[in-house]
């Protein structure tokens, strides 16, 4: 059983930090200008769209792959974990695959401002109502996201928790991540009551705790898998 454990907790490490090397390449190569969840200007980012076909299919194609590593995470960490919390393993895992849904969905919205855009117009009024419509559209994709960091960072503290609780990773690296999954949960909730959490200084903190702790957990899972006791 124990290396049945170390292997589910490699495959869960390598579907982590793939997950978190395609989330890179999408941001700095696809979606710069057009990723409303980067900028809270819904008008900038649908008039930018309007130019950017190709690189909303590709938006669309690579969430499909951050899915499927999404949920391979979540179903080896599953396996790892099990054992030792079955309800809170099972909650966590639950928790991940639906984040990833939640980012799919997005993918679909990408693609369906694809395809309208592939449909040509010749008058400023149906240029008006398709930049209405892709308006609709990524104001759905803001609010499934952020519901999805939501969702998806409850179930990371779940999992940095358990690897807490039972020491199959370093203290330090696990109490990290709880704390990290934690803030980054929190404040989403927290800025749309507080003003002054909403500021790009706050964004990038959790951002940064929240990437160190995934790419930490993603390199020891790969490396070593987890400690098993004698």
């Not at 639950?94 to 980012?103: F, N, V």
């Not at 990408?110 to 008006?128: F, M, N």
Request: glycine fraction near 6%; aromatic fraction near 6%; charge should be positive.
């Amino acid at each position: 059983m124990p290396a049945v454990q170390i292997q589910a907790a490699r495959v869960a490490g390598k579907a982590l930090l793939l997950s978190i090397v395609v989330g890179g390449v999408t941001v700095i190569f696809v979606t710069a200008g057009i990723d409303i969840n980067l900028s809270a200007d819904v008008q900038a980012v649908a008039i930018n769209m309007l130019d950017a076909e190709q690189r909303l299919r590709a938006k669309a194609y690579l969430a499909i792959l951050t899915f499927l590593l999404e949920v391979t995470f979540s179903i080896a960490i599953l396996r790892v974990l099990f054992a030792q919390d079955a309800v809170l393993a099972s909650v966590s895992a639950i928790s991940g695959i639906t984040a990833a849904l939640c980012s799919l969905i997005g993918g679909m919205a990408a693609l369906t401002i694809a395809e309208l855009l592939s449909v040509p117009v010749t008058d400023s009024l149906a240029t008006e109502a398709r930049l209405n419509s892709i308006k609709t559209l990524i104001t759905g994709e803001y609010t499934t996201f952020h519901m999805g960091i939501i969702i998806g960072s409850l179930g990371k503290a779940g999992v940095f928790f358990l690897l807490l609780k039972r020491r199959l990773v370093p203290t330090v690296l696990a109490g990290w991540g709880a704390f990290a999954s934690l803030f980054v949960a929190t404040t989403v909730v927290a800025r749309d009551f507080i003003a002054a959490l909403a500021n790009n200084s706050v964004t990038m903190a959790f951002i940064l705790c929240n990437l160190i702790a995934l790419v930490s957990l993603s390199l020891y899972l790969t490396i070593r898998g987890i400690r098993v006791s004698p």
